[in-house]
């Protein structure tokens, strides 16, 4: 309000101001006293209290560490040389002959075998001697065609001849015949019964009427 009045005198005193606005009036022009303004009143006005910038840390990158370094030994392969294997000839007619035998006489073990391949036939033989004492011999061949054949021989005797087994007569069981038995039989008295009495009645006479 006071800075509108101030432009307002201010353009009062202008316009007196300019040549021949006034010209020819006889008074004086006015004297106005200079308004008197208080001096503006200074508010203290604290300053805004700011938050102290912060505080960069230095802070000292990790160390690198670098990995042990762990050395392994390896063995270097063995190399085996292998010789090479030579396939063995095939004959193509083989033969061969072999014969062995036993005689044991503190356990009575007596045997012996005897085979030969001649030309692709096998030809052979064994005996032994059984148990009983006998002497019991095959004689075989045998080839692609005809196959095993034997012919087995029994020859000599018993060295421990078996006794003849006496076998007993069957033994004949005599059953008597049961003994008779005597039954007394007593005899039997019955009482003849008594005779009974009957009494007879009869009608006089007098009584007795007849319709016709």
């Not at 160390?63 to 030994?73: D, K, R, T």
């Not at 059953?175 to 009645?201: E, F, G, T």
Request: glycine fraction near 6%; include cysteine; hydrophobic fraction near 50%.
């Amino acid at each position: 309000m006071i800075a509108k009045l101030f432009l307002l005198c201010c353009a009062c005193a202008s316009a007196l101001a300019k040549p021949g606005y006034l010209d020819g009036v006889g008074y004086a022009a006015p004297a106005y006293a200079a308004p008197a303004y208080a001096a503006p009143i200074a508010h203290a006005v604290a300053a805004p209290a700011y938050a102290a910038a912060p505080i960069a840390h230095a802070v000292a990158a990790p160390a690198a560490y670098a990995a042990p370094a762990i050395a392994h030994a390896v063995a270097a392969p063995i190399v085996k040389t292998v010789a090479a294997v030579r396939a063995e000839p095939i004959d193509p007619n083989p033969a061969y002959s072999f014969s062995y035998g036993v005689a044991d006489p503190s356990t009575g073990d007596h045997k012996d075998a005897t085979e030969t391949l001649q030309n692709g036939v096998v030809h052979g033989s064994y005996s032994l001697v059984e148990p009983d004492g006998h002497l019991r011999k095959v004689t075989y061949t045998a080839d692609k065609i005809n196959g095993f054949n034997a012919v087995v021989e029994r020859t000599g005797a018993s060295a421990h001849p078996v006794a003849p087994v006496a076998v007993a007569a069957p033994v004949a069981k005599v059953i008597a015949a049961p003994a008779p038995v005597a039954v007394a039989h007593a005899p039997v008295a019955y009482a003849a019964p008594a005779p009974v009495a009957i009494a007879k009645y009869g009608l006089p006479a007098a009584h007795v009427g007849h319709p016709w």
